[in-house]
């Protein structure tokens, strides 16, 4: 794939958007109810930690370096290659289960009648033309819709504090967790999505023409997004009530539909399908475009729109595959993704090549000859 620049600003609102993706939809802690609030900012704190991960596991050589040379100094040109060939699959499967996650969410909310399958075709024939066009175009996109999103939640979020139907006594006592709920609902999915997702970035960051500005300022983008779902888990409890919010599978929108603001601001659902379009379109994009790009790596001589026409074929027939029901695949989702399939790609193989990476350095530090 040609080597494309973007700015600071654009990786700062496709890391927002991409942390928000399909989390407003289907990951926003609702079962730990009054704890929510404290699940969500250990976890955001702890996504920080894995930024500086990522960021570090690239600086390692003190130059901007792929993370596809990084695989091949670790575990040699065909080891490096296999593995990012991993990733690729890797990276492509979890831009599906967003795809499917929209697929069950804008045919429960907005087009009761039309098969799901018809959404989930227009989704990735988006993506597949977004990564043809290539990462500057998406970043471009990205700050467009940075600014309809945000501008979009901040109104909802407001207009649903000030609603006559909302309770401050839903979300308190804010300083009595229990902390059993916190870290069960930590360790069960919250570390590793969203924000362990952010590994698909190991194949993005190289390309930002101010690197000092990602160990400056980057993991705000992190903490923005974490304060950005704090605050709509609060605005949830606080309307629906805790007890309540976690029975129903897309709790914002029930929100929503609840909003009675001066018999003027009634049923504005629209506005969150809106915003869970443009961050889960960003999302798909962004695993797309890192799992195309792993496989131009592997697959050199094959033409990139050829690697695109193969990757959203070989997604789009996967949906088929993944879940009959809402309920089965978010239990996937939240269950066995997290341990069978995150946990290997976002912490085993980076710390594991950090580790093969720091060794080598020392060693090639030990006997390089004394000037």
Same mark, same amino acid.
């Given at each position: 794939m040609i080597n494309q620049q973007i700015t600071p600003y654009q990786v700062f609102s496709?890391? !927002? &958007?991409? &942390?928000?993706g399909s989390t407003v939809v289907v990951g926003l802690s609702i079962d730990a109810e009054e704890e929510a609030w404290l699940v969500n900012l250990i976890a955001m704190i702890a996504g920080v930690g894995i930024y500086f991960l990522y960021n570090w596991l690239l600086r390692i050589h003190q130059s901007r370096i792929t993370f596809s040379e990084l695989l091949k100094t670790g575990f040699g040109k065909w080891g490096g290659k296999f593995v990012l060939g991993l990733y690729s699959a890797y990276f492509l499967y979890i831009g599906m289960r967003v795809v499917k996650d929209?697929?069950?969410?804008? *045919? *429960? !909310?907005l087009f009761y009648n039309i098969q799901t399958w018809v959404i989930g075709l227009v989704f990735v024939l988006l993506a597949g033309y977004a990564c043809i066009l290539g990462l500057e175009a998406i970043a471009r996109v990205s700050e467009l819709l940075?600014?309809?999103s945000i501008l979009l939640i901040a109104l909802t979020t407001l207009i649903t504090v000030l609603t006559p139907l909302f309770e401050w006594t839903n979300v308190l006592p804010l300083i009595k967790p229990d902390w059993k709920t916190v870290i069960g609902n930590i360790f069960s999915a919250k570390i590793t999505f969203p924000f362990g997702e952010l590994v698909v970035f190991l194949m993005i960051f190289p390309a930002v023409n101010d690197q000092s500005f990602l160990l400056k300022k980057g993991w705000m983008a992190v903490v923005f997004s974490g304060l950005i779902i704090i605050a709509i888990t609060e605005s949830i409890i606080g309307l &629906?009530?805790?007890k309540i919010a976690k029975f129903f599978s897309y709790p914002l929108i029930k929100t929503i539909e609840t909003i009675d603001l001066l018999d003027f601001f009634q049923h504005v659902e629209i506005l969150s399908v809106i915003v869970f379009f443009f961050v889960g379109f960003i999302k798909v994009v962004l695993f797309l475009y890192a799992s195309v790009k792993g496989l131009s790596e592997v697959l050199p001589k094959v033409k990139n729109n050829y690697l695109v026409y193969a990757a959203i074929s070989a997604g789009f027939a996967s949906t088929f595959f993944m879940a009959d029901s809402i309920n089965e695949h978010i239990k996937i989702g939240l269950e066995v993704v997290p341990v069978y399939i995150h946990l290997p790609f976002q912490f085993g193989v980076p710390i594991l090549l950090l580790i093969i990476l720091l060794i080598k350095a020392h060693l090639q530090k030990k006997n390089a000859p004394v000037q």
């Open positions: 496709l890391m !927002v &958007l991409f &942390l928000l929209f697929e069950f969410f804008i *045919s *429960s !909310v940075f600014f309809g &629906l009530g805790a």
